[in-house]
């Protein structure tokens, strides 16, 4: 079984005691996001990922690859506990193109530190970089301010765009979840035909604290400075797997 120390060493932070505080809880996430990839190769190459920690702990230390959100927030939740926090896994829905997807589409962490209830992402792609604290009005999320709308033991999350503009993100329920819980839909995003997660590779990742970026999709590789616009530039077939070594070191 991988071990809290190994977890430390693949993200590039100091093993040593600390306590399970704010700070720290801020330099692990923002390590995580540097470190390891927002990432769907296995899933598009059909290998049949799994949200089981013995899946994703050694995936993610050993292998030194990344993943998506069952994967990625599975393990740092893991890591999380084993270092001292309260974590509880919960069940998000994603608003895209056709509105609200289902429940359990995205699986989350909420931090109780403080007194508070802090939203930890290390598996939605280019999100908060920052914990987030979860009450209702505006934060700041790097590489983008978010707002808050909080309704008993629902919250909605929106996002502010370039523009000035809010666009809704995700929404969900402080209920606490097991990975299991979030199996089935899993699978299906796996394996149901005409999604994204199966029809074209892809790989992000933070490259800063101030929001730079760096993300590489089917044909293109788009690179953002700060909070800036993505710049993109075309990719070949032979140029993706040079670009996923040298960025992604996958």
Not at 179 to 203: C, H, I, M, V, Y
Not at 236 to 244: A, R
Request: include cysteine.
């Amino acid at each position: 079984m991988v071990s809290a120390a190994q977890y430390l060493q693949r993200i590039g932070v100091d093993g040593r005691q600390r306590p399970p505080d704010l700070a720290a809880l801020h330099e692990l996430q923002l390590a995580h996001l540097l470190t390891v990839p927002f990432e769907n190769l296995d899933v598009f190459n059909r290998r049949g990922v799994t949200t089981d920690l013995d899946w994703s702990l050694p995936k993610v230390v050993e292998r030194r690859r990344g993943g998506w959100c069952f994967e990625l927030n599975g393990a740092f939740g893991w890591l999380l506990r084993e270092l001292g926090y309260a974590v509880d896994y919960v069940s998000c829905q994603v608003f895209g193109a056709d509105g609200w997807g289902r429940p359990l589409d995205h699986c989350a962490l909420v931090v109780d530190l403080e007194g508070e209830r802090w939203f930890v992402d290390v598996g939605f792609g280019d999100c908060c970089m920052v914990p987030v604290r979860m009450r209702d009005g505006e934060h700041d999320g790097v590489p983008r301010r978010v707002r808050w709308a909080i309704v008993g033991d629902s919250f909605r999350m929106s996002e502010r765009a370039r523009d000035g503009t809010w666009g809704d993100s995700l929404q969900g329920t402080f209920e606490a979840r097991q990975l299991a819980d979030f199996t089935p839909r899993s699978e299906f995003l796996q394996t149901e035909p005409g999604l994204a997660w199966t029809e074209k590779p892809f790989a992000t990742r933070a490259t800063a604290a101030d929001g730079s970026r760096v993300t590489l999709r089917n044909g293109v590789l788009r690179v953002r400075e700060g909070c800036g616009e993505f710049v993109d530039r075309p990719v070949t077939d032979v140029e993706f797997p040079e670009l996923l070594c040298e960025h992604f070191q996958l």
